[in-house]
């Protein structure tokens, strides 16, 4: 809802959607800075202060870019400022999921997590651009600062969030890079997610961005997101499990090319969706399985961050092929995004661990203990 909005507000405050997309991306970069960063800060400071304070700021960033009437250097601080301070909520859950749930439910949960994401991203935009129509977009800016606090307050006050600490990481900043399971989580996660954002550019293209058939066509990929997840949850992820899920999601995606029909799309992107969600939820496990238990929140973080700068990617190559071809040109894109991302799953296979055999849950927490001889 939020880059949405911000792009809505910034476009009629200014009258220009450069000026908007100026915002939005400085946006973007706050969010793909601070992913990794305020993730790890929850093992120094604690979930619940990490997350206050940085609810707290985001929530008056936002206030202030819908009540400010300023010049396009100011909002695009406040867009910053919003990206910067977004609450780690993503990297919180994921990383308290193991202390919630037995091993054999972590996977099923995380594809639950995964699934229930398609949802906003269904709901999420017709409300906001519904209000921001029908009621303007300042009452949809603070809309979405009450749904912030709101979430964020019922997140904080969680017992589950108080009881489960993460412990402070002995690795320096950014070393859980180095582990190969998360490293290809982000690869992948980039691709898969700049896979999204080109067919999301191409429908609205196809279709134009006040058209029925393109909010169909997005939903139907949401929903074939969502019943792939919840279909496939159950399954034990192996080492070739990623790529068979990114193999749907290829074949799919590689369909819509053939022609732009409403009726064809529809269906393609329900195939493709289907593999979407699984291929979420692989990364999402093995990504807890392969880091100590310290480790994970910033794991997540820079799994976020690989995912925000794919989102960028996807949509502005999606964009020139537009220009340069037609709205065929972002299905290409789409389908190469995701082809890349199938062979980087085939090649680097020994790199994905077998959670049939080793479970999902993280790597504990150890360090030498003191005797007295």
């Known amino acids: 809802m939020t880059s949405l909005a911000i792009l809505l507000h910034v476009e009629h405050v200014t009258g220009s959607y450069g000026a908007a997309g100026l915002v939005l991306a ?19 400071w604690g979930m619940r202060r990490v997350i206050t304070t940085t609810l707290a700021v985001c929530t008056a960033s936002i206030v202030a870019l819908a009540l400010v009437q300023s010049v396009l250097p100011v909002y695009m601080v406040l867009g910053l400022a919003i990206g910067l301070s977004t ?43 519904l209000v921001a129509t029908q009621a303007g977009t300042v009452p949809a800016l603070l809309l979405i600062a009450v749904i912030l606090v709101g979430g964020g307050a019922w997140f904080i006050l969680s017992p589950e969030v108080g009881r489960v600490r993460i412990p402070r990481s002995r690795r320096s900043f950014g070393k859980v890079l180095a582990k190969p399971a ?18 999301e550019a191409g429908v609205v293209s196809t279709f134009g961005q006040g058209g029925l058939e393109a909010g169909i066509v997005l939903a139907l990929f949401s929903v074939g997101s969502l019943a792939g997840g919840l279909s496939f949850g159950h399954i034990p992820i192996g080492p070739w499990a990623m790529a068979r899920r990114l193999a749907i999601v290829t074949v799919g995606l590689s369909l819509t090319i053939v022609s732009l029909q409403v009726w064809w799309l529809g269906g393609t992107l329900i195939i493709a969706g289907i593999g979407v969600a699984p291929a979420l939820a692989v990364l999402f496990a093995m990504t807890s399985a392969s880091v100590k238990f310290s480790d994970t929140a910033e794991a997540f973080g820079w799994i976020g961050t690989g995912q925000l700068i794919g989102a960028a990617a996807g949509s502005a190559i999606a964009g020139f092929l537009i220009d340069d071809i037609g709205p065929q040109g972002a299905y290409i894109a789409a389908a190469g995004f995701a082809l890349v991302g199938l062979i980087v799953a085939i090649a680097f296979v020994r790199g994905f661990p077998d959670l049939r055999v080793s479970g999902v849950s993280p790597i504990p927490d150890t360090e030498p203990v003191h005797t007295v001889t």
């Open 26 to 44: 400085a946006t973007s970069i706050g969010q793909a800075i601070a992913g990794p960063v305020t993730s790890r800060w929850m093992g120094i």
């Open 87 to 129: 609450p780690p909520i993503q990297s919180a859950a994921r990383t308290i999921y193991p202390k919630l749930v037995t091993s054999r439910q972590l996977s099923p949960l995380f594809s639950l997590d995964a699934s229930l994401q398609e949802i906003i991203w269904i709901v999420a935009p017709v409300v906001i651009t």
């Open 182 to 199: 998360v490293l290809l989580a982000t690869v992948i996660g980039f691709l898969l997610i700049g896979a999204c954002a080109a067919v």
